[in-house]
């Protein structure tokens, strides 16, 4: 089991209390079945899902991003199974701006109403009277979009100052965004698309890191081409680590203001993810990944 202490060290969000292990764990691939991509309905194995859980908090994970839009509603309903009353140091952080057809489809859900109904839904599958941290889901899949946003942050505002949220993130936005976000808002954490491959954020996080605003990036190993996956792989081999367990190490090294939430619904995964928070990538190992990555991005 991974030492508590240890998990990639600790992060205080700017102007909170919250602080957390650097290291956490992503709910999404609780939903739905083995290799089914479209995080739809309740998992094969729910004592798994559970057990997967525990594991986390156990070792030390006390991060755990989530979304009612996952399954829909399975993933916190089980998160409530596993672990409420909830551990005084975990924080939870949910997602709204997003519903779930009845096809298992992606919609947005940005108005003032599907926003309060989405705030209501997470609070009632988690069990809680109020929110960590709620992300604002804003732009396309991978990339942010040039969108108005006004309405659906504002009403997160309002229901900050009634007490239901604590505070208030965005998810897959720009910089300029952030800044429009601010005018209205205090926000204390991005979450976008960034890893050893997808590199367009670099000077975003650097300026994140020096205003104590969280990043947290998703799919570290999305969008990788045959050449980085092969350098992944190489650098995997020769520190006798895995390539998942590299490229969570990278984003760590990376900048520190980084937090990490790898998913998965195997305990075994899990431990690898974790392990990552112990492995020290050398310089000139990180010197090759980013030549790799450098070359690939002039490539194309």
């Known amino acids: 089991m991974t030492n508590k202490t240890i998990l990639g060290g600790r992060f205080t969000f700017a102007g909170t209390s919250l602080t957390v292990n650097r290291i956490g764990y992503g709910a999404m691939q609780l939903a739905g079945h083995d290799g089914d991509k479209r995080v739809w309905g309740p998992p094969r194995d729910i004592p798994g899902a559970i057990a997967v859980l525990r594991e986390a908090v156990a070792s030390g994970v006390n991060h755990i991003d989530t979304s009612d839009f996952y399954g829909p509603h399975v993933t916190n309903q089980i998160i409530k199974q596993a672990l409420h009353p909830y551990p005084d140091d975990l924080v939870i952080v949910t997602k709204v701006g997003g519903r779930r057809g009845a096809d298992g489809s992606w919609l947005h859900a940005r108005s003032r109403q599907e926003i309060i109904d989405a705030i209501h839904d997470n609070l009632r599958n988690l069990g809680l009277d109020a929110l960590d941290v ?17 309405e659906p942050l504002s009403t997160l505002a309002e229901l900050k100052q009634q007490g239901l949220i604590q505070h208030i993130g965005l998810s897959t936005v720009s910089p300029r965004q952030l800044a429009e976000a601010r005018a209205i808002t205090e926000i204390v954490c991005i979450q976008n698309l960034y890893n050893l491959a997808q590199r ?55 900048a520190p203001n980084i937090l990490l939430i790898p998913g998965t619904s195997s305990v075994g995964h899990l431990r690898e993810n974790l392990a990552a928070a112990t492995l020290e990538i050398p310089s000139e190992t990180v010197a090759e990944l980013d030549g790799v990555a450098s070359a690939a991005k002039r490539a194309t």
């Not at 994140?208 to 990043?215: D, N, P, R, T």
């Not at 570290?220 to 390539?243: K, V």
Request: charged share 15%; no cysteine; proline share 8%.
């Open 200 to 254: 367009g954020d670099d000077r975003f996080i650097d300026d994140l890191a020096a205003q104590g605003i969280a990043y947290v990036p998703y799919f570290p190993l999305g969008g990788f081409s045959p050449l980085q996956s092969a350098a992944l792989s190489a650098a995997a081999a020769s520190l006798r680590a895995t390539p998942m367990q590299i490229a969570l190490a990278w984003l760590l090294q990376r």
């Open 134 to 150: 709620v992300n604002l889901r804003l732009g396309g899949f991978a990339a942010p979009e040039d969108e108005p946003f006004e």
